[in-house]
């Protein structure tokens, strides 16, 4: 039973208009993105002093020419819109339609019916990044004809995984709006008020509440400087989209070793060399864990809700 709600709600999700035009919109960045990096790869990998420079298909992800933001970049701000139009009303549309008690008079359970509205959007997410990340790969082999290495493959994957699980987040707080609400607008409307706070008002107010408190830089030691400005990144990755920029970031750009503030010692006799793929997902272990964390609170308080919810009124 729980094969055929999977399916109808992947079927249901890719007849919808919107899905359509959020794909659309998706793969015309990606496209753009990727134009951008081919075009400027070339020089870029003839920079002998970049570290990253034998990272050849994480260029096609992470480099550009100022003109557009790199791929990570756009996804940052289009993954929250795809899990929300996705789930802002995926159980007040059929408790409105009428279609939610019939639903439960079969022999369904409510808690296969809220799993299958959850599993196929992300099954449909994960599908469209995986055949981008392929048509990356196979425009990458044709283009330059170098073979992938393992690691740059593991990376993309990784930022692939990341990718589904911050859609996942969003998708789950839709939901759970939806249920709250009985009427679409209003849970669309409040996913949205929520997303544009942590990505544009959050930054600020933390600035605005932080800042006053500094002292003088020119008063205290840079140890201290650095963990001021350490509590201000902690506070920032409250919001998902800096947990989301920082994994992503770490796992397709080798170089980059630290996610904080470095003092000038720590930076003596530093070698300029790319980490493993395993270093660089213990580093961004902490926001994986943060994006499921939150991802799986947000749906357990829907599952808590839609299972003591009367919907026979």
């Known amino acids: 039973m729980m094969n055929v709600l999977i399916n109808k709600e992947v079927a249901t999700h890719i007849r919808s208009w919107r899905f359509i035009v959020l794909i659309l919109l998706i793969v015309l960045t990606f496209s753009a993105s990727l134009y951008v990096s081919s075009s400027g790869l070339r020089e870029a990998v003839g920079n002998m002093k970049d570290p990253d420079q034998s990272f050849l298909y994480l ?3 992470t480099t550009t020419d100022n003109a557009i933001p790199p791929f990570h ?13 996705l789930g802002f009303d995926a159980v007040n549309a059929e ?6 008690t019939r639903l439960i008079a079969q022999p369904i359970y409510r808690d296969s019916l809220l799993i299958s509205k959850f599993i196929a959007p992300l099954i449909v997410v994960g599908t469209l990044f995986v055949a981008l ?8 082999l044709l283009g330059t004809g170098v073979r992938i290495e393992p690691q740059e493959l593991l990376r993309i994957l990784g930022f692939t995984l990341i990718s589904v699980l911050y859609v996942g987040f969003w998708l789950s707080l839709s939901i759970l709006l939806s249920i709250r609400f009985r009427q679409p607008a209003t849970s669309a409307l409040t996913a949205i008020g929520i997303w544009l706070f942590f990505t544009v008002f959050f930054p600020i107010l933390v600035n605005l509440v932080i800042r006053p ?10 140890q201290e400087y650095l963990s001021y400005n350490e509590l201000i990144l902690n506070l920032l990755r409250l919001s998902p989209s800096q947990l989301y920029t920082d994994a992503t970031t770490t796992l397709l750009m080798p170089s980059v070793r630290s996610l904080g503030p470095i003092a000038m010692e720590q930076m003596v006799g530093a070698i300029p060399a790319p980490l493993s793929f395993r270093e660089s997902f213990l580093m961004v272990w902490p926001q994986i864990s943060g994006l499921t964390a939150a991802m799986m609170v947000c749906f357990a308080w829907s599952y808590f809700i839609f299972m003591r919810r009367e919907i026979r009124s």
């Open 213 to 222: 408190f500094l002292p003088n830089p020119n008063y205290i030691s840079e």
């Open 59 to 61: 260029k096609l992800l």
């Open 133 to 140: 990340v392929l048509l990356m790969i196979g425009g990458g």
């Open 95 to 100: 408790y409105n339609a009428g279609t939610l």
């Open 73 to 85: 970049v756009f996804l940052n701000f289009l993954a929250p819109l795809l899990g929300i139009a």
